[in-house]
């Protein structure tokens, strides 16, 4: 089956340290997203990919890398640099078009990171 | 005032209620809408594009009014395993998917 696979689900991490979330789709979608998401607040845009070698920030990006070198996987790094990084974090992916039909975007599981 | 918002709720109902959720938008030129349900600690999981003239699947209505700008998500005949948190979803002009608006969520209680 196509999906989305999110690697690890959980994950802690002492302040100071660099982790890295993996996401990996075999939807053949040219379009990939990282979101964030917090109790109380919609999904927020960290970084997103419409093509293999290029990435954008999105509204968040500040003390996130990411790197688009396969189609199919989109990695996200949290680095020491993010304030406040405990987090349930979203990978999305889509197939970039213009009409309004159903499947807009296609989420993974999600991974929550937590900061100790 | 928030591009996209929603009555968090809880909205606590019985099994068998009718029960509706509002959200409002902010730019009168947003091009699509959708409802994505989300389960506790889960992904969101697209429920149901919102069109112009209102569309239904099985138990669920969603309607638009763009002169008040919002939309609205109808759940008839409450079960057990509608208990989610809601998200409007919308699709602001001139913007690629990467410009898709979240709501924060309504969350729906369904009980005994």
């Known amino acids: 089956d196509g999906g989305i696979t999110q690697s690890p689900k959980y994950l802690f991490r002492k302040e100071g340290q660099n982790v890295t979330l993996s996401c990996e789709q075999n939807?053949?979608?040219?379009?990939m997203y990282w979101y964030r998401q917090d109790p109380g607040q919609g999904l927020r845009l960290i970084y997103y990919?419409?093509?293999?070698?290029?990435?954008q920030k999105g509204d968040i990006a500040e003390g996130y890398s990411v790197s688009r070198e396969k189609k199919e996987s989109f990695p996200l790094t949290v680095t020491s640099a993010q304030k406040n990084p405990t987090a349930f974090y979203l990978c999305?992916?889509?197939?970039?078009?213009?009409?309004?039909?159903?499947?807009?975007?296609?989420f993974g599981a999600g991974s929550r990171l937590t900061v100790l | 005032r928030k591009e996209v918002e929603q009555d968090p709720g809880p909205f606590n109902v019985p099994e068998g209620a009718t029960v509706a959720f509002n959200c409002t938008y902010s730019?009168?030129?947003?091009?699509?809408f959708f409802w994505y349900r989300q389960d506790c600690r889960k992904e969101p999981k697209l429920l149901m594009s919102?069109?112009?003239s209102g569309n239904e699947d099985g138990r669920f209505t969603a309607q638009l009014n763009r002169a008040s700008q919002y939309i609205s998500l109808l759940i008839r005949d409450s079960k057990l395993s509608d208990s989610a948190t809601y998200l409007c979803?919308?699709?602001?002009?001139?913007?690629?998917?990467?410009?898709?608006?979240f709501g924060a969520g309504t969350r729906l209680a369904v009980h005994p």
């Open positions: 999305a992916s889509s197939i970039e078009r213009t009409d309004s039909g159903a499947n807009v975007l296609t």
């Open positions: 939807l053949n979608h040219d379009a």
């Open positions: 990919s419409q093509i293999v070698n290029d990435f």
């Open positions: 730019n009168s030129a947003s091009q699509s």
């Open positions: 919102v069109y112009s």
């Open positions: 979803v919308v699709f602001p002009p001139r913007g690629g998917y990467n410009k898709l608006i």
